[in-house]
T-cell receptor
Framework: DAGVIQSPRHEVTEMGQEVTLRCKPI?????LFWYRQTMMRGLELLIY????????DSGMPEDRFSAKMPNASFSTLKIQPSEPRDSAVYFC?????????????FGDGTRLSIL | AQTVTQSQPEMSVQEAETVTLSCTYD???????LFWYKQPPSRQMILVIR??????QNATENRFSVNFQKAAKSFSLKISDSQLGDTAMYFC?????????FGKGTRLHILP
């Protein structure tokens, strides 16, 4: 079984540039989550989708961040324009939500460095 | 390779009791962080408590505290005066550089 696939694995770019992170959830999963991970704050939920629809984007830090899920097998997180404080590891996770808790499966993350 | 093991798949305790969730890990690294996350029915992962490996003092956050035994590679979570709202899945996580490794979780039920 293929897990959650994220790309790129690493991204280094200059401030002001547009950054696009990609995620392919596990086939059959209907919920998708984008997290940002820093050592100080741990995992912070940015946004999550259920059945391709954004349910809660209250964690998106500012208008420079946007996320889309055009279909059940693909999602993007875009930062435009990027800033050095956006440097972090970004994780995508997916799960099958039916009722109650279902475990989330995490991708390997994208390490983003904004210079 | 790093591994994180939570040996208790499910636990139940009465409200107001104290409960301890176990977590052990394996690593050859010396600098890392350990986290406990809570996943309530709302599904998002919520940070409960964090511990830097270089700190000997155990972290404490209100009713939550950890027993960090670096030599034994053990990182247990103690919840004092448990409340109904503590019912959730709890995940232990090992973080080093850009790696994050989760345990399989412990489902905790707080009974009225």
């Amino acid at each position: 079984d293929a897990g959650v696939i994220q790309s790129p694995r690493h991204e280094v770019t200059e401030m002001g540039q547009e950054v696009t992170l990609r995620c392919k959830p596990i086939s059959g999963h209907n919920s998708l989550f984008w997290y940002r991970q820093t050592m100080m704050r741990g995992l912070e939920l940015l946004i999550y989708f259920n059945n391709n629809v954004p349910i809660d984007d209250s964690g998106m830090p500012e208008d420079r961040f946007s996320a889309k899920m055009p279909n059940a097998s693909f999602s993007t997180l875009k930062i435009q324009p990027s800033e050095p404080r956006d440097s972090a590891v970004y994780f995508c996770a997916s799960s099958f939500y039916r009722d109650g808790n279902q475990p989330q499966h995490f991708g390997d993350g994208t390490r983003l460095s904004i210079l | 390779a790093q591994t994180v093991t939570q040996s208790q798949p499910e636990m139940s305790v009465q409200e107001a009791e104290t409960v301890t969730l176990s977590c052990t890990y394996d690593t050859s690294e010396s600098n890392y962080y350990l986290f406990w996350y809570k996943q309530p029915p709302s599904r998002q992962m919520i940070l409960v408590i964090r511990q830097e490996a270089y700190k000997q003092q155990n972290a404490t956050e209100n009713r939550f505290s950890v027993n960090f035994q670096k030599a034994a590679k053990s990182f247990s979570l103690k919840i004092s005066d448990s409340q109904l709202g503590d019912t959730a899945m709890y995940f232990c996580a090992f973080v080093s550089d850009d790696k994050i490794i989760f345990g399989k979780g412990t489902r905790l039920h707080i009974l009225p």
